[in-house]
């Protein structure tokens, strides 16, 4: 399997891509222009099917370099930031909340999201601070 993980990794890394900038997108229609499409069946259908995409490449891509969420800590950080994403991101488009909250866990969503690349791209729980201590 490891003769696959180039092409893996830019399967995980594009729909990383894809999945935060339908995210941000939709968050912002929905939020700020108060749109009706980031809603409709069609396009949360697309982003469950990017984001099952992601989440399959990011197993196959643990099982390749043998390193784990729960024995890796800057795994288990991408795995509890993602836990916070999601959580803030279902909170962006709940509609009970007000439009000024919903802006809130949207742009909270953003930064958290930022915080999880930054993890990745580092390989370390600070993300990008670490070589700032190096």
Same mark, same amino acid.
């Given at each position: @399997? &490891? &003769?696959?993980?180039? +092409?893996? $990794?830019?399967?995980?890394?594009?729909?990383?891509?894809?999945?935060?900038?339908?995210? +941000?997108? $939709?968050?912002?229609?929905?939020?700020?222009? &108060?749109?009706?499409?980031?809603? *409709?069946?069609?396009?949360?259908?697309?982003?469950? *099917?990017?984001?099952?995409?992601?989440?399959?490449?990011?197993? @196959?891509?643990?099982?390749?370099?043998?390193?784990?969420?729960?024995?890796?800590?800057?795994?288990?950080?991408?795995? *509890?930031?993602? !836990?916070?994403?999601?959580?803030?991101?279902? @909170?962006?488009?709940?509609?009970?909340?007000?439009?000024?909250?919903?802006?809130?866990?949207? !742009?909270?969503?953003?930064?958290?999201?930022?915080?999880?690349?930054?993890?990745? $791209?580092?390989?370390?729980?600070?993300?990008?601070?670490?070589?700032?201590?190096?």
């Amino acid at each position: @399997m &490891e &003769e696959f993980y180039p +092409a893996i $990794r830019t399967i995980h890394i594009w729909a990383v891509v894809a999945s935060g900038l339908l995210f +941000a997108l $939709r968050g912002g229609a929905w939020n700020l222009l &108060e749109a009706r499409w980031p809603k *409709v069946l069609p396009v949360r259908i697309l982003s469950w *099917v990017i984001d099952t995409a992601l989440l399959a490449a990011a197993l @196959m891509l643990t099982t390749i370099i043998q390193q784990y969420p729960f024995t890796d800590a800057w795994l288990t950080t991408k795995v *509890v930031l993602l !836990v916070v994403y999601i959580g803030l991101g279902s @909170m962006a488009f709940s509609p009970r909340r007000s439009r000024s909250v919903r802006i809130g866990f949207w !742009v909270a969503a953003l930064c958290v999201f930022g915080l999880i690349v930054s993890v990745a $791209r580092a390989h370390s729980p600070l993300g990008l601070l670490a070589s700032l201590g190096a």
